[in-house]
């Protein structure tokens, strides 16, 4: 069973940039997948970026769209989620899964992170 640790949440102002990097310990095994989710209080979790674990396609909700970049390292079995530009609205837990499908439904996922807290001042 895959165990996914996320890590690099934190406070930042509106406009700025936040990394986070997510690592799969003990391997992905047969998922092909690894997604970002993210979820605020009162609210459905939401997608916001997924990757091809090999031949790295990605895929963005439009929020975030030419302001995140989701990227791997094989060799690690790490993925990243760079954010800049951030807003508001971007304050959320965020979450990263693993999954065997190209789908940005949360249900497709089956490992799920801890989750790491990202707040976004103005």
């Known amino acids: 069973q895959s165990q996914l640790v996320e890590s690099g949440g934190g406070s930042v102002q509106a406009g700025g940039s936040l990394r986070l990097s997510c690592r799969a310990i003990g391997g992905l095994y047969s998922r092909s997948i690894l997604g970002w989710f993210r979820q605020a209080p009162g609210k459905e979790r939401e997608f916001v970026a997924l990757?091809?674990?090999?031949?790295?396609?990605?895929f963005y909700a439009d929020s975030v769209k030419g302001r995140f970049t989701i990227s791997k390292y094989n060799g690690k079995n790490i993925v990243d989620l760079q954010m800049n530009s951030l807003k508001v609205e971007d304050t959320a837990t965020y979450y990263c899964a693993a999954g065997s499908q190209y789908d940005s439904n949360h249900r497709a996922y089956d490992s799920w992170g801890q989750g790491t807290q990202v707040t976004v001042v103005s």
């Open positions: 990757i091809r674990w090999r031949g790295g396609s990605e």
